[in-house]
């Protein structure tokens, strides 16, 4: 008698029990936490929701880290749920790394190493709590979050979490869509879009890496064309709803890389993009001359032009090795404000020195991705450059968006990693008749 089927069953069965347990003991944390601990009624919510991942299968721990990054709301006034996730989400990962294939992603761990030892001057230099803080804080956003990635991709992973994010982005995108829509009925006019926690950029940037994933559509996702189009369709009319111009711009970098590099497995990419980055950047101009000229000191155009002086005279403080990381929040310099363009934050923190290891941190990394076989490679790429471009018009170091990009890159690094195993292991399966045709030729020896 075949017992395979009933196995099979009872462990479908079980996978569903545990699913249940899992939800209902989300909801009983959840209710007692509303009822005494309001204030951290989602992180314990998180907490319940984790371990009792953790019990059905321990590698959904990672795939959650990034449909994690999208959630923005602070605990303590500190840290985001995001950063929790991924802080819990690097430890697994870690953990289930084991050396397996590790030696691919090391490369990228040097980069990010590299980042961080330019920073150490300022941490001895400007010893503050907060200064510390940040700088275990970007540890797990680049370091912890290409580990994340990795395993992810090497567990075979990449399209649950991928796709994860796409749909929520989608669903955002849908949103977004919706309040432009209703403020427009009310008003007369299309005003930027906030949707609770999540304002104009912070959706911009977000809505502008799932566009350029869905828009990639790598192989080894297995995305069929319609899903991925009309990804890339709700996206981009979220875009277009929240007005983020430094979302706008970054996605129409991340498509016209990916336009411009080959894609293998599954023909040439079309140029169309090209005809539609022409009005996209002419719009772009116009807007903010518009704001430029306007004569209103408090549009984003001219405030972000205050921010850049007054983040000069900061840097020149201390123009070598910086004021230290976060220095907005101690009360140092009379102006409390993240500089909201990657360079200025950089200079003002750690310096020259900073600056140069965070631009060699992206160089490095890009040189690398676009050395990678094109089929993983080329959507990390996209989505660094795409990241790289929001910063240049905003804030860079912001919890879930700082690390969704890491965490990607990991993803190809991992997928190709795992692909290659798999295909050692077809060739082992084929090396066993290689074998015994050698020891059939062996002088003397006869098939029975």
Avoid at 21 to 47: H, K, N
């Amino acid at each position: 008698m075949d017992l395979k089927p009933v196995f099979a069953e009872r462990g479908r069965v079980g996978r569903i029990i545990a699913l249940v347990t899992v939800v209902a003991a989300v909801g009983a944390g959840l209710g007692l936490a509303s009822a005494g601990l309001t204030d951290y009624a989602l992180p314990l919510a998180a907490g319940v929701l984790l371990v009792g991942i953790a019990a059905v299968d321990l590698t959904l721990i990672p795939v959650l880290a990034l449909p994690a990054t999208l959630i923005v709301e602070r605990v303590g006034g500190i840290l985001t749920v995001s950063d929790l996730i991924l802080a819990v989400a690097a430890g697994v990962a870690l953990v289930m790394l084991r050396g397996r294939g590790a030696m691919t992603l090391q490369p990228m761990i040097w980069v990010g190493v590299t980042y961080l030892a330019f920073l150490v001057p300022t941490l001895i230099l400007n010893p503050y709590s907060a200064n510390f803080i940040e700088w275990a804080h970007e540890l797990f956003l680049v370091i912890g979050s290409l580990i994340i990635g990795f395993v992810i991709g090497r567990e075979g992973r990449a399209r649950l979490a991928l796709g994860l994010y796409v749909v929520i982005c989608s669903g955002i995108g849908i949103a977004a869509a919706i309040v432009a829509v209703v403020g427009f009925a009310s008003t007369g006019e299309f005003q930027p879009v906030y949707l609770g926690d999540l304002h104009k950029n912070t959706v911009g940037g977000m809505l502008a890496v799932a566009l350029v994933v869905a828009w990639a559509r790598p192989v080894w996702l297995g995305w069929s064309r319609r899903a991925a189009y009309w990804a890339v369709v709700l996206c981009a009319i979220g875009i277009l709803a929240s007005q983020s111009r430094q979302g706008l711009v970054g996605a129409l970098i991340g498509v016209i890389i990916l336009s411009l590099r080959p894609r293998l497995r599954g023909g040439p990419r079309g140029k169309l993009i090209w005809l539609l980055a022409i009005p996209i950047v002419v719009g772009v101009v116009i807007e903010v001359n518009q704001q430029l000229s306007s004569g209103n000191p408090f549009n984003s155009a001219n405030q972000r032009l205050v921010w850049f002086a007054e983040s000069v005279q900061i840097w020149q403080t201390s123009p070598v090795f910086g004021v230290g990381l976060r220095w907005w929040y101690t009360s140092r310099f009379g102006v409390n404000f993240q500089p909201p363009n990657a360079e200025f934050e950089m200079l003002t923190s750690g310096g020259i020195v900073g600056l140069v290891g965070f631009l060699l941190m992206f160089a490095v990394a890009a040189w690398l991705l676009s050395r990678l076989d094109p089929v993983y490679g080329t959507v990390a790429l996209a989505v660094v450059a795409t990241r790289f471009t929001q910063a240049q018009f905003d804030i860079y170091w912001v919890s879930g968006q700082a690390s969704v990009l890491w965490i990607i890159a990991g993803i190809a690094y991992g997928v190709m990693e795992r692909e290659k195993s798999l295909a050692g292991s077809d060739a082992a399966l084929v090396d066993p008749p290689r074998i015994r045709s050698r020891v059939h030729s062996v002088p003397g020896h006869r098939i029975r």
